[in-house]
C-alpha cells in the first residue's frame, strides 16, 4: 500500500488528527502541503487556507489520497509519525531488536526477522496503541524497505485489527458501515 492508498483508506477521525497535529506542531510543513495541493489543483492556497478547519481538512484528506500527492503524503506521514507516535515506533523497534536513535530512526533495516518474532512484536503495540495508528506505521514501515518483509506483508492482509477502516478487501457492505 502507497503512502497516497493509506489515505484513501484512512478514516476521516485520523487524517483530521494527522492533520490536526501538522498545524499545531509543524506550521511551516502545514503551510507547505496546502500550499503544494492547491498547486496541484491550480488553485491559490488562500482559498484552502480560508475555508473553515473542518472543510479544509476534508478537502487535504481528499487531495492527499491521490496519486499525484504521493510524495506529499509520504512526508506528512513520516513527520506525524516521527513527531506524535515515537513511542509506538520505538516500543516495535525494541520488540525486534532494531537499533534505533531513541526517537524511531533507524540509520539500516536489518533483514526481516523470523515470523514469530514480527508476529509478537505486531501483536505488542496493538496492546498499547489505536488499531488504525498501528495499521498506518505498518504499512509507512513496509515502505521504508525495498526488500520487502514478507511475515509482515501477510499480518498485513489477515489480521482483521490492521485492516483500515475502508479497506479495499472490505466488501461494499462494510464499507458503508464503517462511514
Known amino acids: 500500500m502507497t503512502s497516497y492508498e493509506i489515505f484513501s483508506y484512512c478514516s476521516s477521525q485520523l487524517a483530521n488528527e494527522i492533520l490536526a497535529y501538522l498545524q499545531e506542531k509543524e ?3 502545514y503551510r507547505a502541503v496546502i500550499q503544494n495541493l492547491a498547486v496541484q489543483r491550480k488553485l491559490r492556497p488562500v482559498f484552502v487556507e480560508r475555508k473553515p478547519k473542518v472543510e479544509r481538512h476534508a478537502w ?7 496519486r499525484p500527492a504521493g510524495e506529499i503524503a509520504t512526508q506528512v506521514l513520516q513527520i506525524w509519525l516521527l513527531g506524535s507516535q515515537p513511542s509506538l515506533i520505538c516500543e516495535f523497534l525494541d520488540a525486534l531488536e532494531i537499533k534505533h536513535d531513541g526517537k524511531g530512526v533507524v540509520d539500516e533495516l536489518p533483514p526481516e526477522p523470523d515470523a514469530e518474532k514480527v508476529r509478537a ?3 505488542q503495540i496493538l496492546e498499547h496503541y489505536p488499531p488504525e495508528t498501528v495499521a498506518v506505521y505498518l504499512q509507512m514501515f513496509r515502505l521504508m524497505d525495498e526488500r520487502g518483509w514478507k511475515h509482515l506483508a501477510e499480518i498485513l492482509s489477515t489480521n482483521e485489527r490492521l485492516r483500515l477502516p475502508e479497506s479495499p478487501d472490505a466488501c461494499p457492505d462494510e464499507r458503508i458501515s464503517n462511514q
Open 121 to 123: 512484536a505486531v501483536d
Open 27 to 29: 506550521k511551516p510543513v
Open 60 to 66: 487535504l484528506h481528499q487531495e492527499l489520497a491521490r
